[in-house]
């Protein structure tokens, strides 16, 4: 079955087209509303000579017919060109580009739809920091007298703020479905246990076979040794994000990404907060410089006490009417050094993958710590150190960066190969972001590892910072507490990495990381036109303050007529 809708559009509102040009037949990108153009059920746009848009409706079984067929147009011998095992947002993402590739695509959940990201991680949690952030601008009398406003004393309902949380996350989760289902990949409920080469079984029974398989298992949380999770006293993030009740007191184990948005969403609720932290100093996974000022904003200020170098050898849940207890032993001499009672522990200590039950030992491929290993294509290698055929592994399963868009890009990254296109992905230019109160975002190398880098290579490394007090819209905010760190090369003007504190940080860092994708050189990147006045020159002074040595001369060697 297939159908076409003729779209006019009047010659005056186009630029005219020359005749017989290439480009009067190629294929139109239409997004509608930020979503695929699959989702509405248009699979191809093209423009005639004659400013007329023909855009071509496929029905969905129509495309898998077609996708199931081998190169010469015969049969595929397989039931998938390509099968995912797991259903989070790195397998969704390997989904939706295979079917724009034309790949016959199927995807195995032995959960529900958004892994862990849309149902107890990067979703839900949003709504609880949404919620924390408006608590602080309602608590923040001197804030608000700033800006000549009067506001009563602020609430909130802790069952109407979980429900929040709880409804964005199904809102999420049937959107991930629904446009699976409508773009034709093939839903296949069970857990998928890989047989043997390009063979699975989903479920108890079901036998499936495909060209390429991507394994997308994802992580739990990990809760080290001698911690006893009762999921009401000492909770993981997954019962947290559920938000059953908020403690007077609070311990949080772990001060990295996970801790520090927990402790801008309890304090904001009126808990009191001690991190322990198993290293000398918080925030170790930040750039120090950045993690210093962070500390003096997020956590100094705020009702957060803190333990540095300790381990919580020994957690004990609440039970009859005594509190939780913690025993707390120095990291180095493994000495008890102090013992905690609190209302409640929350372990954000990191997560491990989820990769028990796979069949790995089907294809000889032995773990690494519960990590697959990978190549640098994601390439799945076996125990003798080979390449395993036609199967990958993305996300947190692999270990790489943990991270649900990382996982989504790689998995778009192995549609390219399986399709073709050679491809690695830069993992140096993926983003990362805390969203607390204010934002922290970062992409690159912090300063001391390019420093490393720099010494072991034999380059110079400079650095170049803004304050957000010199940003108009901060300041018209009455949000100037902020910094961007610029690290980068002198002599050529590469961006090494760049680090961001401030209000919307989480937003502005891209502009750095597609510049290190792409592989903008700051002497480019210093040509860019930023509108004023919006947050995103603090980016543009970022860059207009970095001294590139005189020789180095832009990649922009003509002007370009607009």
Avoid at 519 to 539: N, Y
Wanted: hydrophobic share 40%; proline share 4%; aromatic share 4%.
């Amino acid at each position: 079955m297939h159908s076409s809708i003729s779209l006019s559009i009047s010659s005056s509102s186009l630029t005219p087209l020359r005749s017989n040009s290439p480009a009067d037949f190629a294929p139109i990108n239409l997004r509608f509303c930020g979503l695929r153009r699959e989702a509405f059920g248009f699979s191809s746009l093209k423009r005639s000579h004659f400013n007329r848009l023909h855009i071509s409706v496929a029905s969905s079984s129509s495309r898998k017919v077609s996708a199931a067929l081998s190169a010469n147009g015969s049969p595929s011998k397989f039931d998938y060109d390509l099968l995912i095992i797991g259903a989070g947002v790195g397998g969704h993402g390997a989904a939706l580009h295979a079917v724009e590739k034309g790949l016959k695509t199927a995807i195995v959940e032995g959960d529900v739809v958004g892994g862990t990201c849309v149902n107890r991680g990067c979703v839900p949690s949003k709504a609880l920091l949404a919620v924390s952030g408006r608590m602080r601008e309602l608590q923040n009398e001197h804030h608000l007298k700033a800006l000549g406003l009067q506001v009563s004393a602020a609430g909130y309902d802790r069952q109407g703020v979980a429900d929040h949380a709880n409804n964005l996350a199904s809102k999420i989760r049937s959107n991930l479905t629904n446009s699976m289902k409508a773009l034709g990949v093939d839903i296949l409920t069970g857990v998928g246990t890989i047989l043997g080469p390009q063979k699975v079984q989903v479920g108890s029974d079901k036998i499936v076979t495909a060209k390429d398989i991507i394994i997308a298992t994802g992580s739990v949380p990990f809760v080290p040794k001698g911690i006893e999770v009762d999921g009401k006293t000492v909770i993981t993030s997954d019962h947290a994000l559920k938000l059953e009740f908020v403690p007077d007191w609070i311990a949080i184990v772990g001060s990295g990404y996970i801790g520090l948005e927990f402790s801008d969403v309890y304090t904001a609720l009126g808990s009191e907060v001690t991190f322990i932290e198993a290293l000398d100093q918080l925030m170790p996974g930040f750039d120090p410089e950045i993690g210093k000022l962070a500390q003096r904003v997020l956590i100094n200020p705020r009702k957060i006490d803190y333990h540095t170098g300790v381990f919580a050898s020994k957690i004990t849940p609440a039970k009859d009417g005594k509190p939780v207890t913690i025993e707390l032993i120095d990291a180095k001499t493994k000495e008890l050094k102090d013992t905690l009672e609190v209302d409640a522990a929350l372990i954000a200590t990191g997560r491990a993958p989820f990769t028990n039950g796979l069949g790995l030992e089907n294809i000889n491929v032995a773990t690494q710590r519960g990590f697959i290993p990978v190549d640098e294509r994601m390439k799945v290698i076996d125990a003798n150190g080979k390449l395993v055929p036609h199967v990958y592994c993305i996300g947190d399963a692999n270990g790489k960066m943990m991270l649900a868009h990382a996982a989504s890009a790689q998995g778009i990254s192995v549609v390219e190969q399986v399709t073709g296109r050679d491809h690695v992905l830069n993992h140096l230019s993926i983003p990362a972001a805390c969203f607390t109160h204010p934002e922290i975002s970062m992409v690159g190398l912090t300063e001391p590892q390019a420093r490393e880098k720099a010494q072991k290579e034999g380059f110079e490394v400079s650095v170049a910072k803004t304050s957000f007090k010199a940003n108009t819209k901060a300041l018209a905010e009455n949000e100037g507490e902020g910094l961007a760190k610029l690290i980068y090369r002198p002599d050529n003007g590469e961006i090494l990495g760049v680090h961001i504190f401030g209000l919307h940080a989480a937003d502005l860092i891209h502009e750095a990381s597609n510049a290190i994708a792409l592989g903008t050189r700051i002497q480019d990147i210093k040509l860019a036109v930023h509108a004023h006045p919006t947050l995103s020159e603090v980016l543009d002074e970022l860059f207009k303050s970095a001294k590139v040595e005189a020789h180095v001369s832009s990649a922009v060697s003509e002007p370009i007529a607009v």
